[in-house]
């Protein structure tokens, strides 16, 4: 018997099934990622026929983990974001007792008030002129200066006031917003005039891998049973986390998954991604 050509076959044979066991690895591990296009489409039914206009891809069929986000507020030590804020810069005030601080230099001030601050620039204002269009991208390189990290926040435009910017800046994790937590923005054409609110950095990820959570599909369906009659339609669905306001004076935080919903008017609810109750 030539030995050495069976082993060649022999090992050939164990590559295969190797391989082929990859391949049924991976398509159950995507089958399990993945909402099945069946039952998406069967919700979307159901729900057109209840008269709430929806359609089928406003539905996201990626499954997301069940965790939590630990965060920290970003100004524990002051005279740390005080120096990425404002680089060199003057005590004015400093009251461990109170967690109250105040820091200046030429450009601007920064007061903190607990976990709350405001960040005041002292820069000759240059309003957008008539018909010109706010820019968020010049706000997002200009946080950037101010210290925080581009992939950690996202710019929601409010309004255009005076020939200013006027918006709030949302956290992020992974790309996911941070619902619950926002700092105000005021910006003129060259930079940012005014920040105000709480702000926290995600500290890490508590996994909860062997609870898995409640698919968007039994949330959506559940709607049909509520006695507000919302909403008429469904124009989009983000999957977040979400904190609530009467944590934002703790030093660390923790947010929750939740999927929000937008209607056609552009109102948000939010429902808890685990139990699938909204969240007042």
Same mark, same amino acid.
């Given at each position: ?37 069946? &039952?998406?489409? @069967?919700? #979307? =039914?159901?729900?057109?026929? %209840? ?5 089928? $891809?406003?539905?996201?069929? *990626? ?70 269009? &706010?820019?968020? @991208?010049? #706000? =997002?390189?200009?946080?950037? %200066? ?5 992939? $950690?926040?996202?710019?929601? *435009? ?73 909403? @008429?339609? #469904? ?46």
């Amino acid at each position: 018997m030539n030995w050495g050509r069976a082993k060649t076959i022999l090992i050939i044979m164990f590559l295969t099934v190797d391989i082929f066991l990859l391949c049924v690895l991976l398509q159950t591990r995507s089958d399990y990622e993945q909402l099945p296009k069946e &039952t998406v489409e @069967k919700t #979307v =039914q159901i729900l057109q026929d %209840k008269g709430i206009k929806i359609q089928t $891809e406003t539905v996201p069929r *990626q499954r997301t983990k069940n965790q939590n986000i630990v965060l920290k507020n970003y100004f524990s030590n002051p005279a740390q974001a005080a120096e990425l804020m404002l680089g060199i810069c003057e005590v004015k005030l400093s009251d461990d007792e109170n967690h109250e601080y105040l820091f200046e230099n030429e450009e601007a001030t920064l007061k903190v008030k607990d976990t709350f601050f405001t960040y005041t620039s002292k820069k000759k204002v240059m309003p957008y002129g008539s018909g010109e269009k &706010t820019d968020t @991208k010049i #706000v =997002q390189e200009n946080l950037k %200066k101010l210290g925080f990290k581009a992939n $950690e926040f996202t710019v929601l *435009q409010e309004q255009n006031s005076s020939g200013l910017f006027e918006g709030r800046i949302i956290p992020l994790y992974n790309g996911k917003k941070i619902c619950g937590i926002s700092m105000n923005v005021k910006a003129d054409k060259e930079g940012i005039l005014s920040l105000e609110g709480h702000w926290f950095s995600s500290a890490e990820a508590e996994s909860y891998g062997n609870e898995p959570l409640l698919d968007i599909t039994a949330v959506l369906v559940n709607v049909i049973y509520r006695n507000d009659q919302w909403p @008429k339609s #469904v124009e989009a669905i983000e999957s977040c986390f979400y904190t609530s306001g009467d944590y934002l004076e703790s030093r660390e935080i923790s947010a929750t998954p939740i999927y929000v919903i937008t209607d056609q008017s552009g109102h948000q609810k939010y429902f808890d991604a685990r139990v699938g109750n909204e969240i007042e």
